[in-house]
């Protein structure tokens, strides 16, 4: 007989381009810390924006996971504004927003970058 895996379910909540020191200390410590959930069924992620990911980082219980909501399709060197997967990995953020369709429709994000970026992922 063949044993049945549960996956477990992801819930997330992208913050897009919003948040002040204050509103991401108010949502964690409020609302995100004070969340009762099975941990063994459900992963909680949230994406603040990418100046505030150390801030939400330290905040919140280590059962809810922070992730980026972008990376660059390059590696580190000069390219201003960028933060790249070596980067993201050595800050401990494991999970990135790659392709959504905000970057592809107003940024013009392409196929191609949408794909370099999954490969640097």
Known sequence: MTE????KMIVGGNWK??????????????VLNK????????????CPISI??????ALLKENIKVMAQNMSGTGNGAYTGEI??????DFDVQWVL???SERRNVY????AQVAAKVAKA
Request: with cysteine; hydrophobic share 35%.
């Open 84 to 89: 790249s997967a070596e980067q993201l990995k």
């Open 52 to 57: 505030h990911i150390a801030s939400v980082k």
């Open 35 to 46: 969340a009762e959930y099975d941990q063994n069924k459900i992963e909680v992620l949230v």
């Open 17 to 30: 381009c919003n948040g002040t020191v204050q509103s991401i200390k108010d949502l964690v410590n409020d």
């Open 4 to 7: 049945v895996v549960q996956r």
């Open 98 to 100: 790659i392709g959504h």
């Open 108 to 111: 013009g994000e392409t196929d």
